[in-house]
């Protein structure tokens, strides 16, 4: 197996685990990350999954989503195959000490879930005045 084959298989194996003790599938979200001066916006896509059932958690340094998606079925269909019935979304980050933990904003809107974690205020570049004399 040649390195680029490797990369793939261990990111197939990092998009979804399963749990043996519910058989239930835990999928890794898809996040995009933008960082400015003023901090960092993570946008992460949890399909399905209502304000409910979502946990935000900051603990040590770590940030940890949580999520169990509904997937409603209309009670007139039977159901003949279901390969992940309620599909369950985890992903950890590790957050840099420059940024503000207390102060995250959280927002969930249309399966999309938006972070704000500013700066702290000593971390902000800023401008220092240069006097002459």
Do not use: C
């Not at 999928?27 to 999954?49: K, R």
């Not at 999520?67 to 840099?96: K, N």
């Not at 959280?106 to 879930?113: F, H």
Request: aromatic content about 4%.
């Amino acid at each position: 197996m040649n390195e680029s084959n490797q990369v793939v298989q261990r990111d197939q194996n990092a998009i979804a685990q399963r749990r043996e003790d519910t058989q239930a599938m835990t999928l890794v979200p898809a996040v995009d990350i933008f960082e400015t001066a003023s901090g960092v916006t993570l946008w992460a896509d949890l399909p399905g999954v209502p304000r409910d059932k979502l946990e935000v958690n900051v603990h040590d340094g770590s940030l940890r989503i949580e999520g169990e998606a509904e997937v409603p079925t209309p009670p007139s269909l039977r159901v003949q195959h279901v390969e992940v019935r309620q599909p369950r979304y985890a992903r950890t980050f590790t957050l840099s000490p420059d940024l503000d933990a207390s102060r995250i904003e959280a927002n969930l809107q249309d399966g999309v879930l938006k972070l704000t974690i500013p700066r702290r205020e000593e971390a902000r570049p800023r401008r220092i005045e240069v006097s002459v004399g």
